[in-house]
């Protein structure tokens, strides 16, 4: 009974979770002018083009992660992401006064993720 209630939950998590990173990463599709041009503040290469496929990889991972398909590349998706994108684009400590409190929040939210992120990671490999 513990095992059924310990998956149940589980699986809650990592559907929640991976829902939340797609859902998330398609409001980059709806605002890409704005995300592109946020990327080329941060000196993202091509950000053109990196910046679609990051938000595409983000959909796909959290998609993949939320129904378990592929698990393995879809949670890797997820936290290379995060572990690349958290410490580059939301640098509080770098920003400018007005923009400090949104780039903390914005990085504490992705490092909290990035850790979700790993233990699903876990997870995949340990199925």
Do not use: C
Not at 2 to 9: A, N
Request: charged share 20%; proline share 5%; no cysteine.
């Amino acid at each position: 009974m513990e095992s059924d209630t310990t998956d149940s939950l589980s699986t809650l998590g990592r559907v929640l979770f991976g829902l939340g990173v797609a859902l998330q990463a398609t409001e980059d599709f709806r605002e890409m002018d704005e995300t592109i041009e946020y990327a080329d503040s941060a000196d993202v290469p091509l950000p053109e083009l990196s910046a679609p496929f990051a938000s595409g990889m983000m959909v796909v991972g959290g998609l993949g992660t939320a129904l378990w398909r592929f698990p393995r590349l879809a949670t890797g998706a997820v936290a290379t992401f995060l572990a690349v994108v958290t410490p580059t684009m939301h640098d509080f400590w770098n920003a400018e006064p007005d923009d400090k409190s949104g780039e903390r929040l914005a990085f504490f939210g992705n490092l909290a993720m990035f850790g979700a992120a790993l233990a699903f990671l876990r997870a995949a490999y340990n199925r």
